[in-house]
């Protein structure tokens, strides 16, 4: 047993040093974005390979961040650091219902923050924002579901990981492709 509780707090410093990580990318990578989309004329093969790339990284990070905590989460669980707790166990007996919620919270802030790149959130722009959204946002929000179910499950194999980030590369494809399809419907 104290094998798993050093491997929990190991789980645990891991996050939050990769949390502050992320931080420091997510900005890096909002400031870049606007950067990686120049105007249409100048695209090529290799810029659309470097933003698929560069989407594809930070997808798979984010849902990496989210494996690593709901991990971290599990291991405090089954160790018993909440035996105290009278529903320290309903996120595990019940991780579909909580893989939806979590995941429609995460999308629905995703939204908002891509939104936010357009100078702010404009509430009468969101409904045009959610609505060329939705496609990208359930294949990301199908990935994170499956990420955060089958890590609450304790069913995480690495073939399921290949699959989950098979269905993120796929959204970065996507996400690029309706980028530039917007870039071009704006100056065309």
């Known amino acids: 047993m104290p094998d798993e509780r050093k491997r929990t707090v190991?789980?645990?410093?891991?996050?939050?040093?990769?949390?502050?990580?992320?931080?420091?990318?997510?900005?890096?990578?909002?400031?870049?974005?606007?950067?990686?989309?120049?105007?249409?004329?100048?695209?090529?093969?290799?810029?659309?390979?470097?933003?698929?790339?560069?989407?594809?990284?930070?997808?798979?990070?984010?849902?990496?961040?989210?494996?690593?905590?709901?991990?971290?989460?599990?291991?405090?669980?089954?160790?018993?650091?909440?035996?105290?707790?009278?529903?320290?166990?309903?996120?595990?007996?019940?991780?579909?219902?909580?893989?939806?919620?979590?995941?429609?919270?995460?999308?629905?802030?995703s939204i908002l923050r891509g939104s936010s790149l357009l100078g702010g959130i404009n509430v009468e722009l969101l409904p045009l924002v959610l609505l060329v959204s939705t496609p990208i946002g359930i294949v990301e929000g199908y990935g994170i579901y499956l990420t955060i179910k089958k890590t609450l499950s304790r069913e995480m194999t690495m073939k399921s990981l290949v699959y989950i980030y098979v269905i993120f590369l796929i959204a970065a494809i996507m996400e690029v492709g309706f980028i530039n399809l917007l870039i071009w419907a704006a100056t065309g």
């Open 10 to 109: 190991f789980l645990g410093l891991a996050f939050l040093v990769l949390l502050v990580v992320s931080s420091v990318e997510n900005a890096i990578f909002f400031n870049v974005l606007g950067d990686i989309f120049p105007p249409l004329e100048v695209l090529t093969v290799d810029i659309v390979f470097i933003q698929v790339g560069m989407l594809f990284i930070h997808n798979v990070l984010v849902v990496s961040l989210i494996l690593l905590g709901m991990t971290f989460y599990v291991n405090l669980v089954i160790s018993d650091f909440f035996k105290r707790e009278k529903y320290s166990h309903i996120v595990l007996d019940h991780p579909r219902t909580f893989a939806l919620v979590f995941t429609i919270m995460v999308v629905f802030l």
